[in-house]
């Protein structure tokens, strides 16, 4: 089972940036699509950005042009780079890993991180 862990959180300004990693215990070469998730306080898990085994990246429209998602398979790991940072990004960010290609098919995964808390300031 693959293991995910996410770190780059913390305290920043409005108009600020981090960079969010997400590592997994194992190679990402042939995971499907791996993603980010933010759950704001009181509020439900959203979708931010999914980045696909064929390298196509799709992005929530509340991120598009502030936030670049990008996985280095070399490094098994994905990123998440957050820019031009609002109060409203604030949130627990996870990292989603759905299935797994294998010699007979699509494993499934569902693998999750515990999240790294994102606060951004006004």
């Known amino acids: 089972q693959v293991q995910l862990m996410e770190s780059g959180g913390g305290l920043v300004q409005a108009g600020g940036s981090l960079r969010l990693s997400c590592v997994a215990s194992?190679?990402?070469?042939?995971?499907?699509?791996l993603s980010w998730y933010r759950r704001a306080p009181g509020k439900q898990r959203e979708l931010v950005a999914r980045?696909?085994?064929?390298?196509?990246?799709t992005y929530a429209d509340f991120v598009k042009g502030r936030f670049i998602a990008f996985r280095d398979n070399t490094k098994n790991t994905v990123y998440l780079q957050m820019n031009s940072l609002k109060p409203e990004d604030t949130a627990v960010y996870y990292c989603?890993?759905?299935?797994?290609?294998?010699?007979?098919?699509?494993?499934?995964?569902?693998?999750w991180g515990q999240g790294t808390l994102v606060t951004v300031s006004s």
């Open positions: 989603n890993a759905d299935q797994q290609r294998h010699p007979l098919g699509w494993r499934l995964l569902d693998a």
């Open positions: 194992g190679s990402i070469t042939e995971i499907d699509v």
């Open positions: 980045c696909h085994i064929d390298r196509t990246i």
